[in-house]
């Protein structure tokens, strides 16, 4: 298995905006579908969107219209773009392809 690299969480008021991002030290990113999961303690993860090799994208009801996704395939990385951040969005963040997950990156949406 590869680790995949989750960067961009933090602390947003709000009505902000994150970017999200996940690496891979191989090629997971060009190969397969890439999911982002959320979990909040206490609950089930939980699927966000995901977005195939060849840029179709799916989204959870829950973030649709404020969440988008991108990949580029050159440099291994899909983009988590989240906007209009809820309370409720607040989680930590989970990319994961195929086997492969990464540790997960904290957001945080308060004022």
């Known amino acids: 298995q590869v680790q995949l690299v989750e960067s961009g969480g933090g602390l947003v008021q709000p009505g902000g905006s994150l970017r999200l991002s996940c690496a891979s030290p191989?090629?997971?990113?060009?190969?397969?579908?890439m999911n982002w999961y959320r979990q909040t303690p206490g609950k089930e993860r939980e699927f966000v969107g995901s977005?195939?090799?060849?840029?179709?994208?799916r989204l959870a009801d829950s973030v649709k219209g404020r969440f988008t996704l991108s990949r580029d395939n050159a440099k291994n990385t899909v983009d988590l773009q989240m906007n209009s951040l809820k309370p409720e969005d607040t989680a930590v963040y989970y990319c994961?392809?195929?086997?492969?997950w990464g540790q997960g990156t904290k957001v945080t949406v308060s004022s």
């Open positions: 977005i195939t090799t060849r840029g179709a994208t």
């Open positions: 191989g090629s997971i990113v060009s190969l397969y579908t």
């Open positions: 994961n392809g195929y086997t492969n």
